[in-house]
């Protein structure tokens, strides 16, 4: 059994990690610690093994989230998630798609551990209130109160309109058009007036140390930075955490990983990922699954 309920749960336990840490690489250490665990476990006092795994790597999820959060806060520049490559299958899960997307992902960075574990197990994976309970340490009561106030603090800050797949796709077409025309008016006109754009370089790729805010200002930044590369950048449309996103690679060689927030038609977030250290997912799909 033990081997049957973790390989047929792998996906699903690794997509509550990444929700949990917005990191792949924290999310598979996580991954490995639950099934080392599980692998010491009396397995036939186990009656919902799917229950008792996501409890794991919650917990486990929950002490690497803990460690980390305080690494992040000597991070060089802004802390953006590590993009992934996603199968086709994520983006048809609309709510699965938007629960791994950037503009969610930086907003679950806001809460606290324990919120954000409650938020991803409750909204994502719709645990009941009890198995909440038992994986963060806390009662049934105590865990509606944390849900109710982290729903109250995303839908604060999440987008408040449905945005398909399409006018994603749409806006950062008409994105890369501009850019490699060096057409700074173009790249204008697909900004939203107020746009706000973080880039994450991890201190080892030249990026932006902070937000870049106004459609202006975020034309010019893009547009400068072609500008100097020229013919050796090219930009190619993929699917990165389950929206359309762009990649940019320069002289052939991956330089960064573009993804967007779309409202009205217009990019109203811009995230742009150059550490080298988030890049290394790109090189073939992976499965999240809920």
Do not use: C
């Not at 799917?50 to 802390?79: C, F, H, K, M, P």
């Not at 202006?216 to 389950?242: C, E, H, I, T, Y």
């Not at 359309?244 to 409202?263: M, S, T, W």
């Amino acid at each position: 059994m033990s081997d049957d309920a973790f390989v047929t749960h792998r996906s699903l336990l690794f997509t509550v990690a990444y929700e949990m840490l917005g990191s792949a690489a924290d999310a598979e250490d996580v991954v490995q610690e639950t099934w080392l665990r599980w692998a010491g476990v009396d397995h036939d006092e186990v009656r919902d093994a799917r229950a008792y795994l996501v409890r794991i790597v919650t917990r486990q999820a929950l002490n690497r989230l803990r460690a980390v959060s305080r690494r992040r806060e000597d991070y060089v520049g802004e802390w953006l998630p590590e993009p992934l490559l996603t199968t086709p299958d994520v983006a048809e899960d609309v709510e699965l798609a938007e629960s791994v997307s950037f503009a969610m992902l930086t907003v679950l960075e806001t809460l606290s551990p324990t919120e954000r574990a409650v938020f991803v197990l409750r909204e994502v994976f719709v645990t009941p209130y009890d198995e909440i309970a038992e994986a963060v340490g806390k009662s049934p009561a105590a865990v509606r109160q944390v849900a109710h106030r982290a729903r109250e603090h995303v839908a604060a800050r999440r987008p408040h309109t449905t945005v398909s797949v399409a006018e994603t796709r749409g806006a950062l077409e008409a994105f890369r058009r501009a850019v490699e025309t060096g057409d700074l008016q173009s790249l204008v006109d697909v900004l939203a007036p107020d746009v706000v754009a973080l880039s994450d370089g991890g201190g080892i790729a030249q990026a932006v140390p902070r937000p870049i805010v106004g459609a202006d200002k975020v034309a010019r930044l893009f547009g400068a930075g072609l500008a100097r590369v020229g013919a050796a950048m090219s930009v190619d449309p993929a699917q990165v955490n389950g929206w359309p996103a762009l990649i940019a690679r320069l002289d052939g060689k991956l330089d960064g990983v573009l993804a967007v927030r779309v409202e009205g038609g217009l990019v109203t977030e811009l995230y742009y990922v150059r550490n080298p250290e988030k890049l290394t997912r790109l090189g073939g799909e992976m499965t999240l699954s809920r």
